[in-house]
């Protein structure tokens, strides 16, 4: 017989035995079967032996062969695994369920508020996208050096001879006008529109843009004159319950047949409009057209802006046209900087700032996951370490950890689309937009949240599945893992990004305030507190309508005066301007009507020259006062007494006397420098201009409004009142910001909300690793209030940490921001301290519950925990 210690089972088996069998407990069983065999080998021969270890090997290879199994129990196994991971979850949440509550609440707001981001981010960047063909339309505009720069519009013999010439590139062009407010009659009612376009007799304007037909049809809609398509709110506010198509309706002077109503135009198109009417001479007789074109595939935009340059237009025009823009219509929203847009257009720096404000919560609520996720392993040690020992590999650990993530962030969706519901009317109302609910349910929109609990789900599963299986048993059972130390660990990167995170947030939102409120505090030059402004004065007619409504307005003992003329907030052209000897024109300037009570109703003061002489003059139309701006421009050191010719070389050429210099005030937004500006004012006009101003104390505004609306309605009692405070109008330069910032602050206490969430969940995990040694300062003398000190003042670090992390980031973006605002604040370093300080109080009082309960806790009790 062979030596015992020379003879080895077989090699093969050993290797299938260590290939197949769990790690865990290889070497229990290695050593088991080593036995056996020696066993066998003495009691019978070699070739037995062997026979009853691989024998023995199969049989044990059984339940673990999963590598090598067929498919069918591979699945079996596979599933089998699924369902003890679902079971483990349920009796977790169940043993945990604070936790367990906070984990699904936090999810779920972070799923909720990065969703909606997400709603709005695709509606921001989905303008004028769903047209027909949006990639191959396109607009033309303009640069009009006389006229004060670049209009999306072109002139109207342009446009004629883009018709007339043959350029193969175009497919289709439509051409189109805005109207001026005017009023339609349906039987014995009256309404106001300003929303109304004018376009040619035919098909080109639906066969380019596409909008949705509720009535009638697109290729015979708008094909006879004088025929109009309405929207489906104004086909209910005209007529209610009754069929629209084919009633005629009066708009203005015209009378007009309803060829087809179509649905609400979307929120997500720069083209605007309750009305469109189908009238030829309409688009004629204007001075510009909004042109669109719909080009074939090879279309070349460069080469095209060289043809329009060619179209031969003689040169010595007055309104010449140096340069031309060819626009694709999906970049119109973001991209367009022209004057007089169809509708305002917006800025993508406000979609990053609030796509980025959407990832912070996001991130957030995931870091509060992590955060919690090791509080509740703090308590699971015993079993992580007794399903190591029984077998249990990193790769299952790791999966009960990410099934565990992935089952919270889908449990929390169909949550998240509760609250979604709730909350979209809120962001609609916020951001003046028209989210529609049914997006909620599309299908693309359900894989796309989908996408997102998934991806929520594996980031904040990461951590615990990526930590927590490499600590050894023995480490899990004597509870050493995750010890406070002095190194840098992920934890506490964690905890000082998610805090550097929610101070930018403060801080931006506080920032952001203050300019606002700076913009509004500021000097204007004006007085825009307590004037009332009717608008539409041009509903008054002749100039003797307005000097009766003027003259019974001032009996009132609360109006103290009234003017007429255009207000900061209201649109002008301009006019062109030069002086008696040069020959320089100056085409920025804005030229305001208005009557000789104008700068005393709104109260801007002289800088040079007398205005009671007005009250004198037989023509003082021919008078005109200019701003300071204005006369640094014409370069004259005394612009008193001297002559200056408005529209020079056309036939509305006019030489007017500068009779006095009034101080620089703000026209538009203080985002521009003061506009050069010229006021005509005179005693009589033939008709009266855009508002009726009413300058008045605030004691009583009611009665005052009530008086203006009987005053008005004896001048013309057909023509309905429409009033406002002016600085309501002013405000609107500013309305983007205050949304922003306003949705900053909300987002910014959902931040703070889930940071503190986070927060009790990580202290309580902090508390349970030092409660025995908690304990032994006890004993040992510690007071309450040191081991407070001891168990808070890492946090405090953090904080310290992130507010200083965060006031550089957020004075890098902020000062970025401001450079949008020629007048604009100093950032003030306070305004850091005092975050990082409110920041600091709540985490204290976050982590200080736990902390309490711990410093107070019987020392016994603490000694004997482990």
Known sequence: MSNPSSIEPPKWAKRFLRWFCNPGIREYIEGDLDELFLTEYQTHDLKTAKKRYIKRVLGLLRPFALRREPSYHNRFNFFSMLKNYFKIALRNIHKNWR?????????????????????????????????????????????????????????????????????????????????????????????????????????????????????????TALEKPNTVVITERTAKRYFGSELPLNQVIQYDTMELMIGGVIENVPT??????????????????????????????????????????????????????????????????????????????????????????????????????MNLSIATYAGRNNEIAVRKVMGAGKLSLAGQFLFDALFYSFLSLPLALILMKFCLPVL?????????????????????????????????????????????????????????????????????????????????GWIMHQQLQFLRNIDLGFEKEGILKIERAWDLGKWENYENLKNKLLMHPHILNVSTGAVPGDEDYGLNFKTADSDIIHGDVISLSVDIDYLETLNIRSAEGNFLFLDKEEKPQLSVFINETFAKRLGYDDPVGKNIISNPGTEWEKERTINGVIKDFHFSSLRHQVDPLIIYAARERKWVGQNVLIKINMKNVSEVKEFTHEAWNTIVPDEPIHMEFMEEDINEFYDQEDRLASTTIYLSIIAIGLAALGLLGLSAYLSSLRIKEIGVRKVLGASAQSILILLNKEFVLLVMIATFLASAVTYFILQHWLENYIYQININPLIFIIVGSISLFFVLLAVSYQSLKAALANPADAIRYE
């Open 428 to 508: 609609n109302n916020l951001m003046e937009v028209t989210l529609d609910e049914r997006l909620l349910y599309s299908p693309t929109y359900i894989l796309a949240l989908l996408l997102v609990a998934l991806f929520t789900g594996l980031l904040a599963g990461s951590y615990p599945a990526l930590v927590m299986p490499r600590f050894q048993a023995i480490q899990l059972f004597r509870k050493q893992l995750f010890k406070p130390n002095k190194k840098i660990n992920l934890r506490r990167i964690l905890v000082t990004f998610q805090f550097t995170l929610l101070i930018v947030l403060i801080s931006a």
């Open 268 to 369: 997500n198109s720069h083209l605007q409009f309750d009305l469109l009417i189908a009238n030829k001479n309409g688009v004629e007789n204007a001075a510009s057209n909004f042109c669109y074109f719909l080009m074939n595939d090879q279309f070349d935009p460069e080469h095209f802006k060289q043809k329009i340059s060619n179209l031969g237009l003689s040169p010595t025009e007055d309104d010449i046209l140096s340069e031309f823009d060819v626009q694709p219509v999906q970049d119109i929203h973001f991209q367009s900087k022209y004057t007089y847009e169809l509708k305002p257009p917006g800025d993508i720096r406000y979609l990053y700032i609030f796509s980025i404000i959407g990832v912070i919560i996001l991130i957030i609520s995931c870091t509060n996951y």
């Open 99 to 219: 936790y367990s509550a906070t984990n699904i609440i936090g999810l779920t707001i972070g799923l909720t508020c990065s969703a909606l981001v997400a709603l709005y981010v695709q509606h921001e960047l989905s303008y004028d996208n769903f047209h027909h063909d949006p990639e191959n339309t396109y607009r033309v505009a303009a640069f009009r050096p006389k006229g004060g720069g670049w209009f999306p519009t072109l002139p109207i013999d342009h446009a004629e001879k883009l018709l007339q010439k043959e350029f193969p590139e175009i497919k289709k062009m439509a051409r189109f006008r805005r109207t001026k407010t005017e009023y339609v009659t349906f039987r014995d009612k009256k309404f106001g529109e300003d929303h109304a376009l004018i376009t040619n007799p035919g098909t080109e304007f639906f066969d380019i843009f596409k909008f949705e037909f509720l009535l009638g049809d697109p290729k």
